[in-house]
C-alpha cells in the first residue's frame, strides 16, 4: 500500500493515467483518478472554445446547445474527418489518454494526439446537451462496484439510478469512428454506407431511456461515492457493495 507522501507524489507529477494509479492501492487510486478528473472538468471551458473556433474556421455551423446543434455536428464531422488531417496546433494529451506503445497513425492517415484532442472537445459538447435535456446530470468520475471493474475511474456522465452512465468520450469516439466506412470505396470489404453511430444518436439512446426510467419514478441519487474508504459504496438502489481493496492487493493492482 503506497503511503501518503507516495500518492501526494503520484497526483503532483500525474499527467496521464499511463502514471498506473492502481499500483497507489484503493485510497491512492481514487485519490489519483480525482485529481486527473479535477484537470479534466477544469480543462472544459477552454476545450469548448477550442471546439467552436475549429468548427468556425472550418465553415463549419453554430454550436448554439441545442440537440439539433448536434446532427449539424455530425454532418461537419463526416468533412473534417474526410481529410484525414486538420489545422491543430495544439500539444497536449487529455488527462484519461494512453498512446499505446509503438502505435501508427489510426485510419485514414489520423494522427492519435489530435484525434483524441478532437474526442475530448466534441464529448464536453455533447455532456452539455445532455446535461441541458437531463437536469440533474453531472460529469462524475466513476465508481463501480468493485475496484478493478471495467468503468471503474472513468469520466462519465451520471444521472443517477440508470445503472449505465453515459459516456461523452465514447460516443465522440463512436461518431467519429463511425465516417470511416461512408468515406471507402464501396468496393472496399469494410465499406458501410449508413452511419451505425453519430453524436445525435448517442444523444437520443441516452435520453430516452433515462425520461423513462424517471418516468417509472425511481429516486435520483448519483452513484459517484466520495473519495476513500466510502469510494464504491452504491447508495442507489442496487446497494451493498464497496470497493473491496484486499482484491485490488491480491491481485497486484
Same mark, same amino acid.
Given at each position: ?12 507529477? !500525474?499527467?496521464? #493515467? ?7 492501492? @484503493? ?14 472538468? /477544469? /480543462? ?8 467552436? @473556433?475549429? #468548427? ?25 474527418? /474526410? ?5 491543430? *496546433? !495544439? ?9 499505446? @506503445? ?9 494522427? +492519435? *494526439? ?20 437531463? %437536469?440533474?446530470?453531472? =460529469? #462524475?468520475? =466513476? ?7 471495467? +468503468? ?14 453515459? /459516456? ?8 467519429? !469512428? $463511425? #465516417? ?6 464501396? $468496393? ?20 430516452? +431511456?433515462?425520461?423513462? =426510467? ?11 461515492? %466520495? ?9 442507489? *438502489? ?16
Amino acid at each position: 500500500m503506497a503511503s501518503k507522501d507516495q500518492i501526494a507524489r503520484a497526483i503532483a507529477d !500525474a499527467e496521464t #493515467v499511463r502514471d498506473n494509479p492502481f499500483n497507489l492501492g @484503493t485510497r491512492g487510486y481514487w485519490a489519483f483518478q480525482d485529481a486527473l478528473f479535477d484537470r479534466f472538468m /477544469a /480543462a472544459k471551458p477552454q476545450r469548448l472554445d477550442e471546439l467552436r @473556433t475549429l #468548427v468556425a474556421d472550418t465553415g463549419g455551423p453554430e454550436l448554439d446547445g441545442s440537440p439539433e446543434s448536434l446532427g449539424l455536428l455530425d454532418d461537419w464531422l463526416s468533412r473534417l474527418m /474526410a481529410h484525414g488531417q486538420w489545422d491543430d *496546433p !495544439a500539444d497536449w494529451l487529455p488527462v484519461w489518454a494512453r498512446l499505446p @506503445t509503438g502505435a501508427g497513425p489510426l485510419p485514414l492517415g489520423l494522427e +492519435r *494526439p489530435p484525434y483524441y484532442r478532437l474526442q475530448e472537445r466534441l464529448a464536453f459538447y455533447l455532456g452539455d446537451v445532455l446535461i441541458s435535456q437531463l %437536469p440533474g446530470s453531472q =460529469w #462524475v468520475c =466513476w465508481r463501480e462496484r468493485e475496484f478493478n471493474l471495467n +468503468r471503474t475511474g472513468e469520466f462519465l456522465l451520471d444521472k443517477g439510478t440508470f445503472p449505465t452512465p453515459a /459516456a461523452p468520450l465514447d460516443s465522440a469516439a463512436s461518431a467519429m !469512428a $463511425s #465516417v470511416w466506412p461512408t468515406l471507402l470505396d464501396p $468496393s472496399d470489404r469494410d465499406y458501410e454506407p449508413t452511419k451505425k453511430y453519430t453524436l445525435r444518436s448517442e444523444f437520443d439512446r441516452h435520453v430516452l +431511456r433515462r425520461l423513462e =426510467w424517471e418516468a417509472e419514478g425511481r429516486p435520483l441519487d448519483f452513484q459517484a461515492a %466520495p473519495t476513500g474508504d466510502g469510494a464504491g459504496v452504491n447508495r442507489g *438502489p442496487y446497494k451493498g457493495s464497496r470497493i473491496r481493496a484486499k482484491i485490488g492487493e491480491r491481485r497486484g493492482y
